[in-house]
């Protein structure tokens, strides 16, 4: 499977026209289906969130990463149905502007209650 970075902003799109086309010259005869998806985050992304956001406030607290990372979610990422009583957790973060925010927040409750102060991506921990 091959795939294409495309980025739309503001109705314009952006994407590498010559290396689509060259690639799809290149493909036997055929019906092709084309799928797109949207980009959720990197994996590098990933791996700070679990290896150091929720590391450090498991070490911190003595509980796992596993725990901690559900104890997020719920703390910041659930809402009560007022109809049913009960609360929604989301399971998954669909965007990047949503999942940096959610990051920020937890970064934030760490600094307030637990004061850690937790490193940005691209900084080493103190």
């Not at 795939?3 to 314009?12: C, E, K, N, P, W």
């Not at 797109?36 to 796992?64: C, M, P, Q, W």
Request: proline share 3%; with cysteine; glycine share 6%.
């Amino acid at each position: 499977m091959t795939s294409f970075a495309l980025t739309v902003r503001d109705g314009a799109v952006s994407w590498d026209k010559d290396a689509f086309v060259s690639t799809v010259r290149g493909l036997r005869p055929g019906r092709y289906v084309l799928t797109l998806t949207k980009e959720t985050r990197s994996s590098e992304a990933n791996r700070y969130l679990f290896g150091v956001v929720y590391k450090t406030i498991a070490d911190e607290l003595g509980y796992s990463v596993d725990e901690i990372h559900d104890a997020m979610k719920d703390k910041f990422r659930s809402r009560e149905d007022p109809s049913t009583g009960l609360k929604i957790v989301r399971s998954t973060i669909t965007d990047g502007d949503d999942f940096w925010q959610y990051v920020n927040e937890i970064k934030m409750w760490a600094r307030t209650f637990l004061c850690i102060e937790l490193p940005d991506p691209n900084e080493r921990a103190a």
